[in-house]
Structure formats: C-alpha cells, structure tokens
C-alpha cells in the first residue's frame, strides 16, 4: 500500500470527511469501482494529492475536467486555497460533489454540463484524471485555461504515445513528473499551449 503523503490536520480531516460520504453515496452511485474501494486511499486519494503540491499558493483558479466522485479536484480543493471549479455532465455525480464539499467545508463550484459547452470562466490550472487520451484534453482544457496557465494531468503508461499523438496538433512545453503512486504513472505539466498551423491555410 502507497504512504500517504504528509498533510495538515485540518487537510486530513476534510478528506476524511470526504472519503466517509464518497463510501456512503457509492453504494447508489458508482463513483468509484467497487474493487478499488479498500484502496480508496492510496489508489485514488493520494494519486489525486500529488496535484496539489504543483498548485502554486495564493487562491489559484483551477478547473478540473470530468471530476466524478471528485479525483483530482476535490481533493485538490481539501488540500489548497485554489478557487476550484469542478465539471461534472453526468447530473447524479454532480450532486455528489456538490454535497462533499459541504460536509468536507470546502468552497468549490460545480458545473453539471458537458465539456464542449461547459461555460466557466479561463484559469490558471486545467486539471483531469483518468478521462480521455491527451489529444482530446487538450481539445477541452484550452477552452479553460488562461493565456498563461498550465495544465496538470496525470496519466499512465500510455503517457508517451499520448504525446506523440498530440503533437502532430499541438506545440506545448511538456514537464514529465515522476507519479509516486504507480510505477507506470506520469503527471503531466503542460504549458505555452499552441494548436500547430495548418499549413494549408498559410
């Protein structure tokens, strides 16, 4: 089982608090499968919290697309002061965040509409897990992100195919982080974010 990573008191009982209910609505709602529940923690929680050390201080905007049962924006929410927009289509999942982050006293906003329409405003940190290949985030998160803001996305052992993929549609400045939760992980750090020109239309 993967250590928890140090957090404060006041960051553990959120998300103690969060796990308690996430456990409680699962049991209607699949938020998390049922096989990963004992490694809630670990698996789920802790992989999300890696995030929330690259949040630069100071009440950073931050969207995170596809949010689910809530990995990784709303624990990013229990662990920063990032201003946090969570979007969510699936209506049911979005009532869920919507109530953790109330009974876990944190601030977020929640979107329940698709990404393609979704209507919130630029931020500094685009923010996915376990939601699409990079092409397809980045497609989305560049509505998001603010002309000078990064995007953070954890991804598997595919990560590098992803990118090679990505290019041949986006120049981007890539930092590759190390997942200290999965062997086979990456976090992504994507800045200067640009969609390659279309040399036909030169």
Same mark, same amino acid.
Not at 46 to 63: E, H, K
Not at 65 to 83: E, K, Q, Y
Not at 126 to 142: D, I, K, N, Q, Y
Not at 168 to 179: E, G, K, L, N, Y
């Given at each position: 089982m993967t250590d928890m990573p140090d957090v404060s008191r006041e960051t553990h009982d959120r998300l103690e608090r969060y796990a308690d209910i996430l456990l409680r609505w699962n049991q209607r709602i699949n938020l998390v499968s049922p096989h990963d529940l004992p490694h809630l923690w670990s698996r789920h929680i802790?992989?999300?919290?890696? =995030?929330? +050390? %690259?949040?630069?201080? $100071?009440?950073?905007?931050?969207?995170d697309?596809?949010?689910?049962?809530?990995?990784? #924006?709303?624990?990013?929410?229990?662990?920063?002061?990032?201003?946090v927009t969570l979007i969510e289509s699936d209506q049911r999942k979005a009532a869920f965040l919507r109530e953790a982050a109330r009974v876990a006293g944190v601030q977020?906003?929640?979107?329940?509409q698709r990404l393609e329409v979704a209507d919130v405003p630029p931020a500094q940190?685009?923010?996915?897990?376990?939601?699409?290949? =990079?092409? +397809? %985030?980045?497609?989305? $998160?560049?509505r998001f992100l603010q002309p000078d803001g990064f995007c953070l996305f954890l991804? #598997?052992?595919?990560?590098?195919?992803?990118?090679?993929?990505?290019?041949?549609?986006?120049?981007?400045?890539?930092?590759?982080?190390?997942?200290?939760?999965?062997?086979?992980g990456v976090i992504l750090e994507l800045s200067d974010i640009r969609r390659v020109r279309d040399h036909n239309n030169e």
């Open positions: 802790a992989d999300s919290l890696q =995030l929330a +050390r %690259l949040i630069p201080s $100071g009440s950073t905007s931050l969207v697309m596809g949010s689910g049962g809530g990995f990784p #924006g709303l624990v990013i929410a229990c662990a920063t002061d990032a201003r977020v906003r929640v979107c329940a940190v685009v923010t996915a897990r376990a939601l699409a290949p =990079l092409s +397809r %985030l980045l497609e989305w $998160g560049t991804k #598997g052992r595919n990560a590098e195919d992803e990118l090679t993929t990505a290019s041949a549609d986006w120049h981007m400045a890539t930092t590759r982080i190390p997942s200290r939760t999965n062997t086979d």
